[in-house]
């Protein structure tokens, strides 16, 4: 059974810095592309950062791009999220998702295969 579980989530103040975690478990993470995307109230869930294992090829959406960063433990058969100088437009839940087409970084949700439950982020002015 696949699984993708995401921590790190919270609340923090303008400027600050969260780390998101997503562990794998039932597939291997290194045969996928890994996405994060986030849904703010209201708001269609929309493309943060994207890493293909192979070759270590990273996307972000131009919103987050200087501030975020998306990374991978192969050991651990997992994907991190490091934000930093977050802003109040930063507030939604974050997910982790894998595209086992692995062959593009791509941008859209529906393309994803595996969805994580999400975790909430919220960033207070």
């Known amino acids: 059974q696949v699984q993708l579980v995401e921590s790190g989530g919270g609340l923090v103040q303008a400027g600050g810095s969260l780390r998101l975690s997503c562990a794998a478990s039932g597939l291997t993470l290194s045969s996928y592309v890994m996405g994060w995307f986030r849904q703010a109230p209201g708001k269609e869930r929309e493309f943060v950062a994207a890493i293909r294992w192979s070759g270590g090829i990273t996307a972000y959406a131009d919103s987050v791009k200087g501030r975020f960063t998306i990374s991978r433990d192969n050991a651990k058969n997992a994907v991190y999220l490091q934000m930093n100088s977050l802003k109040p437009e930063d507030t939604a839940v974050y997910y982790c998702?894998?595209?086992?087409?692995?062959?593009?970084?791509?941008?859209?949700?529906?393309?994803?295969?595996?969805w994580g439950q999400g975790t909430q982020v919220t960033v207070s002015s």
């Open positions: 998702a894998a595209d086992r087409s692995n062959i593009v970084v791509r941008r859209i949700p529906r393309l994803y295969d595996y």
